[in-house]
């Protein structure tokens, strides 16, 4: 075998460091470009890709964390709606209950049967909600210096991204999220099914309580919980790296 292809662990974990480093930079040279291309933003938009993204060294438990969930009609960001959203802060060993947010958005958006039934969201609830400028206004300001958390981040991260396409035209969203599906399948080596892999399936099967499931904030709240499990049944008392996150 070629000697330039065997690595020892110090280069590995030099090549490791290179690649999230990679990523970090990129999403900072995105967020840089964003900014130059759109100089008329409001100030949160502003405010929230201007704000500095951690290091690959950074310890997780150093840095502010936002546990985020969506309501909505369907899976498609460009076709569904958001009906409700939730969301708490937190660090990698607490959350603060004291930052709970539970949003309904006033929408018209034509409401499926099943959606419904699952989330018990109705038209009579929905004129009860805010308009969803200031929904999303509040949950991006609370997001600004924060990695954002969910559980099967696609939704979040693509609603979010589809909001701001709509409204401001941005065809670029780069934020900094940490999934705690692929956190959760990473400890069973992938072997676990789509059905067991549901934020409520996950919970159970590392000892967590029933919750009160498609709720936005309970859902944040739940996959918060979640992510502090996961990192101490992961990595013991020794907190992990955000690149160590990233690349699980």
Known sequence: MNKTHIFNRSQWRLWWQCLLGNHLNDLEQRRITLLQQHPDLPDFIQALFSASLPQPS?????CSLLAI???????????????????????SNAIDLSTSVSELVNSRAAIKPDSVVINHIDHAKLLQGQALDEVMMRLLVALTGKIGIAHGCFMEQGFINAYLQHKYQLNDCPLLWLDTLPLYQSLYNNQISHQDARLGSARHKLGLPEYQAHDALFDAIACGELCIVLLHKIYGNKYPTIGQLLKR
């Open 58 to 62: 950074t310890i997780v438990n150093q």
């Open 69 to 91: 969930d969506f309501e909505t009609t369907g899976f498609d960001a460009q076709q569904d709606h958001i009906l409700s959203v939730g969301y708490v802060a937190m660090q």
